[in-house]
C-alpha cells in the first residue's frame, strides 16, 4: 500500500541553523500539507500547497518557513533560522482529494 | 475562525466497554471533518471522512456521525489494541486546506 515518507525520522541542529526536512507524498497525490506537533500538545496545522503554490497557511508558517516542491517526488519544508521552540514533531501529509494520508514524521531538536 | 473542541481528554475502558468520543465544531462553511488515530511517535492514521450532516460511516468496531455541529466516534466493544489517542481534524472555510486539529482524546482500553 503507497505511503507518504519522511527523512530524517530524527534532526538535531543548532539554534539560528537552517534546516530542511523533505517528504516523499504519495505519487498519484496532488494536494500537500505539513504540520507540526510539540511534545505534548496538539497537531497544529502549517501549510497547504496545490499546484505549485501556497494555498492556506497559518500563523504558525512565518518568514522563516518556506515550502518547495522541488521535482516530481519531493515536497521540502526549510525552516532558514531554527529557535528553541521550533523543537516539535513535523509530519507531511498528503491527498487526492480531500482525505489526508500521513507521513510518520520527522522530530526536530533545536539545541 | 474555525474552533474544535474534543471530549472527554482521556477516557478509560474496560474492555468490552462501549463509549463514544465527542468533537465539537464551529466552522464557516464545513467542507469535511475528519478522524485520524494516532499511537505514541507516529503520524496520524486515517479512519474516516464525514462531510454532511447525518452521514454515518463505520469500520469494525468504530463509528463515526456528524451533525451540523458535532461528530462522534463510537467504540463498540473495545479491545486493549484501540488505545490510542483519537483526532478529530476540521476542515473549513472557502479555499482549499483551511484546517483545524482538535487536541485528542486519549483512550485507553484495559484488558
Known amino acids: 500500500e503507497p505511503e507518504v515518507t519522511q527523512t530524517p525520522s530524527h534532526q538535531v541542529t543548532q539554534m539560528g541553523q537552517e534546516v530542511i526536512l523533505r517528504c516523499v507524498p504519495i505519487?498519484?497525490?496532488?494536494?500537500f500539507y505539513w504540520y507540526r506537533q510539540i511534545l505534548g500538545q496538539k497537531v497544529e496545522f502549517l501549510v497547504s500547497f496545490y499546484n505549485n503554490e501556497i494555498s492556506e497557511k497559518s500563523e504558525i508558517f512565518d518568514d522563516q518557513f518556506s515550502v518547495e516542491r522541488p521535482d516530481g517526488s519531493n515536497f521540502t519544508l526549510k525552516i532558514r533560522s531554527t529557535k528553541l521552540e521550533d523543537s516539535a514533531m513535523y509530519f507531511c501529509?498528503?491527498?487526492?482529494?480531500?482525505?489526508?494520508?500521513f507521513g510518520p514524521g520527522t522530530r526536530l531538536t533545536v539545541l | 475562525e474555525d474552533q474544535v473542541t474534543q471530549s472527554p481528554e482521556a477516557l478509560r475502558l474496560q474492555e468490552g466497554e462501549s463509549s463514544s468520543l465527542n468533537c465539537s465544531y464551529t466552522v464557516s462553511g464545513l467542507r469535511g471533518l475528519f478522524w485520524y488515530r494516532q499511537d505514541p511517535g507516529k503520524g496520524p492514521e486515517f479512519l474516516f471522512t464525514?462531510?454532511?450532516a447525518g452521514e454515518e460511516k463505520e469500520k469494525e468496531r468504530l463509528k463515526a456521525t456528524l451533525t451540523k455541529k458535532e461528530s462522534f466516534l463510537h467504540i463498540t466493544a473495545p479491545k486493549p489494541e484501540d488505545s490510542a489517542t483519537y483526532l478529530c481534524l476540521l476542515e473549513g472555510g472557502t479555499s482549499y486546506g483551511k484546517l483545524t486539529f482538535g487536541q485528542g482524546t486519549i483512550l485507553t482500553v484495559h484488558p
Open positions: 464525514l462531510y454532511s
Open positions: 505519487s498519484n497525490h496532488l494536494y
Open positions: 501529509a498528503s491527498s487526492s482529494d480531500r482525505t489526508q494520508y
